[in-house]
Nanobody, 123 residues
Framework: QVQLIESGGGLVQAGDSLRLSCTAS???????MGWFRQAPGEARVFVSA????????AYADSVKGRFTISRDDAKNTIYLQMNSLKPEDTAVYYC?????????????????WGQGTQVTVSS
């Protein structure tokens, strides 16, 4: 069983930056991990993902060039560095994980989910 704890959300202005963190209990070795987000009244959507060894990553078109995913397995933690934030980035951000050697991209690919952290970007 894996437990995921997100942190780093908050209220910022457009153009600001935030870094989200997600720490996995029990270790993160061989865990493919990702970030999804859900805006009010909308479905949860893919944001970014990274393979177990950090060798591959992917981003939604809406965040490419602004967000960067990374991992520090010594700390069992992944990060989402979010720059040039826009009001449309406002959402609850969820961390997800699964045991996999490949890059999980779909909501249904993930077995474990965090509780979410709110990111609000004001204009």
């Amino acid at each position: 069983q894996v437990q995921l704890i997100e942190s780093g959300g908050g209220l910022v202005q457009a153009g600001d930056s935030l870094r989200l963190s997600c720490t996995a209990s029990g270790g993160s070795d061989q865990l493919g991990m990702g970030w999804f987000r859900q805006a009010p009244g909308e479905a949860r959507v893919f944001v970014s993902a990274i393979t177990w060894n950090g060798g591959d990553s992917a981003y939604a078109d809406s965040v490419k060039g602004r967000f960067t995913i990374s991992r520090d397995d010594a700390k069992n933690t992944i990060y989402l560095q979010m720059n040039s934030l826009k009001p449309e980035d406002t959402a609850v951000y969820y961390c997800a994980a699964r045991w996999a050697l490949w890059l999980p991209l779909r909501d249904m690919d993930y077995a474990y989910w965090g509780q979410g952290t709110q990111v609000t970007v004001s204009s």
